[in-house]
């Protein structure tokens, strides 16, 4: 059993950054592929991103080259960076995690935190 809980999300302005954090409770994350996924009101759950436990990553084409995942396995916590944000990025953001299944799939997914909100303005 894992459990996620999303922080850092809020309001910033078209190109700010701001950075979230999933920090999990249970045994062995190192071994869980991490993601990130997020969802705009009316709109479906949208991939963001992923990275296995070695640390590979890779995005989803809309956020390639501004947002990047990192993880710390001795802290349980997986981070999501995100640069030059822009207004069409606001949506509530969640971490999920999976031992095996196809990566940028939300069913594929066991677990997932409660969400954080970001918000960029024009």
């Known amino acids: 059993q894992v459990q996620l809980a999303e922080s850092g999300g809020g309001l910033v302005q078209a190109g700010g950054s701001l950075r979230l954090s999933c920090a999990a409770s249970g045994r062995s994350f190192s071994s869980y592929t991490m993601a990130w996924f997020r969802q705009a009101p009316g709109k479906e759950r949208e991939f963001v991103g992923f990275c296995w436990s070695g640390g590979t990553t890779d995005y989803a084409d809309s956020v390639k080259g501004r947002f990047t995942m990192s993880r710390d396995d001795a802290k349980n916590t997986v981070y999501l960076q995100m640069n030059s944000l822009k207004p069409e990025d606001t949506a509530a953001y969640y971490c999920?995690?999976?031992?095996?299944?196809?990566?940028?799939?939300?069913?594929?997914?066991?677990?997932w935190g409660q969400g954080t909100q970001v918000t960029v303005s024009s």
């Open positions: 999920a995690a999976q031992r095996r299944g196809r990566v940028d799939d939300s069913n594929a997914y066991d677990y």
